[in-house]
């Protein structure tokens, strides 16, 4: 599968906050986001209902835990980024539970910030399109059975079933719907479509 | 007169290897602000030079580099050309809390704590050039570019320009540094046709490719710089020689040509290179006249409330952008802005966005 095209998020004037005890990796980050064109907030133990209009967040791995968001453990609105002290297996998996998109180790020096920014808008963008893609194939999978007896339906009228099948396909066309939508109208008006109403 | 303070300060720069001539013309720009500092009696401090030369190995620019921070009680270091040397250079300037002034023109996308950025970034060449040349010569562009940094992310940054301009690349192509190969790219240019090409090609390459499309030119009268012209962020007066009859109808940008008042004040420079590093060391020594210690200080200390013309939160600087053709082998300008403050993340001064394209499946 070919990879969708990265977009490059425009950062001018874009809200970052650091939730992250006072400490020189707050200064170092910040002078990176603010050279970047970033406005930035600091925040601490915990993140209030501001990170809503944020748009990106920087998050102690350290020290974190799942309460200090608002918002419902590991379901982020906005590309999360860890800041990494202590490589122990524990905090990265909590890390990764929290929904963090991109990391960076500390302390922070003098880079690192834009591609972490860049990587994590991308993560998050794909995670989102993979999660309406997901829903929608799994909506589909659902209506498998109702396809199945828009066909027989259709068969029952004399048709093999490829051609039923093709049938349904080109109706779904004519109205400008889904398959599946195409086959839950078939086996709503039972007994299957008036022929007729396709002329014309 | 006041008692000048000796301040050691290195000098970084290849004077042999592909980019030479950049590098003697930023070098003269240096030498020739440090004797302007030197000889003004109302000064407090003249600056001794601390020179290494790297010879054109981007590999031994970190240890060079490393070098004059460690042995020497020089902190500020003027050198680099390629963005390749400057980012072996940057962690040893971090490490030492050292500052690298670069005076060249680069790709943007960079703002070290331990960079000063005196020449221009893609707000102050690439960009007005691009808005320059698409409604003069047409939309239709051919990239080439050395195979680094600077001609992937020039070529990259162009795509996005001309693609939202309703523009069209019909094709980019790289050559490895110090490679003559331009067969293909004239051969591509022969069947593409495009309105303009941007040449990010650097040293012998860009010699021979200006050769090479100069010939076809003769040739064929759609690759004429008054109908095709080539266009260059890097190329100054400093390589002209190098480029001879090829350079003509050439235009490029740049915050300086030769003969043009205004930047950087006093004196007249051989090209933009030459023009950035005197600006850059004379920078420096305002920082630190009069305040004895300075020179040990952190880049952000100095900077803090002196004001002047590196901005505290990029260390980039606020330019003239000047499009330039060359004719009877020399740059005239075409189109002049004064004072654009360099923008490396393009956050500050782009208005408007590439639309976002919907993906229909």
Redesign the interface.
Known sequence: MKR?AI??P????AQAIILHRPHPTVQ?LT??L?????AVTQAWPELGPEALAADYVFFDADMGHDGMFPWEAGHPPIPMIALIGSEAPGRIEWSLKAGAHAQLLKPV???GA?SALLIARDAFDAQKALSAEIADLRRRLDERQTVVRAVTLLAARGKSEAEAYAQLRQMAMAWRISFEDAAARIVAAQGGPDDRSQRG | MVVKRRIELGLLFSRTGSYSLISEACRSGVLGAIAMVNADPALDLSFVPVERDPGGNADAYGPLCEEILRDTSARHVVGCITSWSRKEV?PTV?KFGGTLWYAVPYEG??????VVYTHACPNQHLLPLLDWVMPTHGRRAYLTGSNYIWGWEMNRLAR?RITAAGGEVLGDRYLPIGSREVGRMIEELRFARPDFILNSLIGPSSYEFMAAYRALGLEDAHFRPDRCPVLSCNLTECELPALGQAAEGLVAAGPYFRGVPGWPGAGNFGSSHEAAAFSAVMELARLLAGRAGAENWPL?QLLADRGGIVDP???HTVLPVIIARVEGGAFRPIKRWEAVPGD?????S?QV?AP?LR?VS
């Open positions: 969708r977009r490059i425009n950062l001018g004037h170092a002078r990176q603010t050279a970047i064109g970033l020096g003098d880079n834009y | 940057i971090e996308f960079e703002a070290s704590d331990h996005e952000s939160d990029t260390h490396p993340y393009l956050t500050r782009r966005q976002t993906v």
